[in-house]
């Protein structure tokens, strides 16, 4: 039984002394229940602190303790549907318990103390009064899947759409034999396509509907394609109907019409590939199907993709998913429509659950490219990626190193960040990685130290990432030298020389003197030889000058 638990996302483990006894924290839980219920719904499982541990040896459930808890967590909450109460006896012989929190569909749920919160990936997050609104718009979202409207029964959905879902379906490498070996009609309802009262949700609707029934839905939805040239003049547009297609067809009739979304860049000679597309395939496929599995189908509006001459923009009704932003859009899992991303993802159109923008920000730093550009308001989405290349000569390392060297996927990331900054300090890295903690970034570097793909100067905050000179010299890439690289005791030579010839001089004119180096790098290495009696100064703040100190 413990194996079906673990292949669900909506579950929390607990330890039974955590739950019953003078040791238990049933306000914590009851917090618990309330995140489900805002979100999607989920399982709680008691007697097992998480799902790669057993319940301890001999451990037994009393039915009345699980009464009592129930009926504790319903005095503490409010809104929140706690359900099927069941023992299950572990492999082990011990017993452990599960309860059922149902999702609130019309009400938000909040704890007896007014405490509203909400599920997002694996932990709860409190949700704050100005984002009400969201939440309550979210939650209609949510359960817009399984909601029964037209009164639709299977044998009035399109046949050929029917049958054209049931072959992709049975096709899929992605789909267990568990699965394929059920009838139609059990495949239908597992995927959530039919409801148990036999007719059809709206999900249903939306891959085995007529194109009356489609059009039925909510709000009539249009997918837009527009083309522009260099004076943003509008020179194409191509529009498709939602109730024409499911949404497998529909997705691949776009990228069929989408032509310029193929074309590619000549690049020199001098680097590894001679083409680069503007747009990597896997990046436009991903956004692509992102803006047809995350749209809110209960906020009007079409979706668009638009074509600039150095950049596409695809924008769909409804923002990012509560506490979801553009700030840990890597990390924070949240899925609006969790039915309709697992036929994707079963049908082998998508990523799995949360892997879809670290494939992205993967596949931008292959080609060091600029990654994507996110804005999100209560109304809609939108994501903007760019086709020119950061920097050839990154290209030219990142293909050295991805042609030389096992690299993971969060090495990638990391590898094309550090390549194109040419050097970078920990705190900046731990930023463009959308990482809260600096003790996280060792698993995104993870062995490209080790492989001296790139060394490390300084210790803690002032640690700084960069590419190791001596892996690319024996690969003779003829890189150009860069002063942003450049060792401290070479820049601090540099200063003297200049400093030297011209005299007296203020900081930005050092700086620029020395522009390809780094300011940052220019302004501490001149204060620490002021510092050292080195060099003098004259004037005051907004007009000092340094100079070379002289000897007696």
């Known amino acids: 039984m413990i194996n079906d638990w673990e292949e669900g996302n909506n579950i929390e483990f607990k330890s039974l002394r955590k739950v019953i006894g003078k040791t238990s924290d049933v306000s914590s839980l009851s917090e618990t229940c309330v995140c489900f219920a805002n979100a999607q719904g989920g399982y709680i499982i008691v007697g097992i602190e998480d799902k790669d541990k057993q319940p301890p040896a001999n451990q037994k459930i009393n039915l009345s303790d699980i009464n009592k808890l129930i009926s504790r967590l319903r005095t503490l909450t409010d809104g929140v549907g706690i359900v099927h109460p069941e023992i299950h006896t572990h492999e082990n012989g011990a017993e452990y318990f599960s309860i059922q929190i149902l999702p609130s569909t019309r009400v938000i749920a909040t704890t007896s103390t007014g405490k509203v919160l909400m599920r997002i990936s694996d932990n709860c997050y409190a949700v704050k009064s100005e984002e009400l609104t969201d939440l309550a718009a979210e939650k209609n979202a949510f359960q817009w899947e399984l909601a029964v409207v037209q009164k639709v029964v299977l044998s009035q959905a399109d046949a050929e759409q029917k049958s054209y879902f049931l072959f992709h379906i049975k096709k899929s490498d992605k789909v267990s034999d568990f699965i394929k070996d059920k009838t139609d009609e059990e495949i239908l309802e597992h995927y959530q396509l039919v409801a148990p009262s036999g007719y059809l949700t709206n999900l249903g609707i939306l891959w085995i509907g007529t194109s009356a029934q489609r059009a039925r839905l909510s709000y009539p939805i249009t997918f837009q394609y527009i083309v522009y040239n260099e004076r943003e003049e509008k020179i194409r547009k191509k529009e498709w109907h939602f109730h024409l297609h499911n949404p497998m067809q529909l997705l691949l009739e776009i990228e069929k019409e989408a032509v310029e979304l193929t074309y590619s860049t000549e690049l020199s000679n001098g680097l590894f590939r001679n083409t680069l597309r503007n747009y990597p395939k896997e990046v436009i496929r991903e956004l692509l199907i992102n803006t047809i599995a995350h749209k809110r189908y209960t906020t009007s509006g079409d979706i ?249």
């Open 304 to 552: 668009f993709l638009e074509v600039y001459s150095d950049h596409v923009v695809f924008t769909n009704p409804g923002g990012l998913p509560l506490g979801i932003s553009k700030n840990n859009i890597l990390h924070e899992r949240q899925r609006r429509n969790p039915h309709l991303i697992q036929i994707l993802h079963d049908l082998k159109l998508m990523e799995g659950e949360g892997s879809g923008y670290d494939l992205i920000y993967e596949k931008l730093s292959l080609d060091a490219k600029p990654f994507p550009e996110l804005e999100s308001s209560y109304n809609k989405m939108s994501v903007s990626v760019y086709s020119n290349v950061v920097d050839e000569e990154a290209l030219s390392v990142i293909d050295y190193v991805n042609k030389h060297y096992p690299l993971t996927q969060k090495e990638i990331i990391s590898l094309g960040i550090i390549a194109t900054m040419k050097k970078i300090l920990s705190t900046q890295l731990s930023t463009a990685l959308q990482l809260n903690q600096e003790d996280k970034l060792k698993y995104w570097i993870g062995n490209l130290l080790e492989q001296k793909i790139i060394i490390i100067r300084g210790k803690k905050k002032a640690a700084e990432y960069l590419l190791n000179p001596d892996l690319f010299s024996k690969a003779k890439l003829k890189l150009i030298p860069s002063l942003k690289t450049i060792e401290p005791y070479q820049l601090k030579l540099l200063v003297t020389e200049y400093l030297k010839y011209n005299g007296e001089s203020k900081m930005t004119e050092i700086q620029e003197q020395l522009k390809e180096a780094d300011v940052e790098d220019i302004r501490k290495m001149v204060y620490g030889m002021v510092k050292n009696g080195e060099l003098s100064t004259t004037g005051g703040n907004k007009n000092r000058k340094y100079f070379l100190k002289k000897n007696k």
